[in-house]
């Protein structure tokens, strides 16, 4: 992994962490609910069980860092209406693998932005699974 990589990595992790401590959850378990619930299409009070967890690790994932118009965050299913982001100077966090894209994190973010016709360019941070790393649900419906 490149210096940049795990600077990346460290930063996905340090805007995942307040989230899962709200909700007494590690970051890989607040980051694996958040991917189940996007690939499944429905809330979840934890990862599924009996499924591989994608650790957010350098020997799984790479993270690329991008720079996305509003169009392009709006095609993303509406988890909420909230357009009170706690920041809005922190990148969206959005996973890409397995033939989906998800956004992760962010969604007050775009809504705010799309609130009031922020087109962006807006920093989005991309989490993909490294080629080895297989898809735990093949079955499941691709995204938008």
Request: include cysteine.
């Amino acid at each position: 992994m490149t210096g940049n990589q795990a600077q990346l990595l460290e930063e996905v992790k340090a805007l995942l962490i307040r989230h899962a401590r709200n909700r007494g959850e590690s970051i890989e378990q607040f980051f694996n609910r958040q991917l189940h619930e996007r690939i499944l299409g429905r809330r979840l009070g934890e990862p599924m069980q009996n499924v591989r967890l994608l650790r957010l690790s350098d020997d799984e994932v790479n993270i690329l860092e991008e720079l996305w118009s509003l169009e392009q965050l709006k095609v993303f299913p509406q988890w909420h209406r909230n357009e009170n982001p706690a920041r809005t100077d922190v990148p969206l966090i959005v996973f890409r693998g397995w033939d989906r894209v998800f956004l992760i994190d962010g969604q007050s973010r775009v809504n705010r932005w799309s609130a009031r016709c922020d087109k962006g360019p807006h920093r989005v941070l991309v989490i993909e699974p490294q080629s080895h790393v297989t898809n735990p649900f093949p079955s499941a419906g691709t995204s938008p």
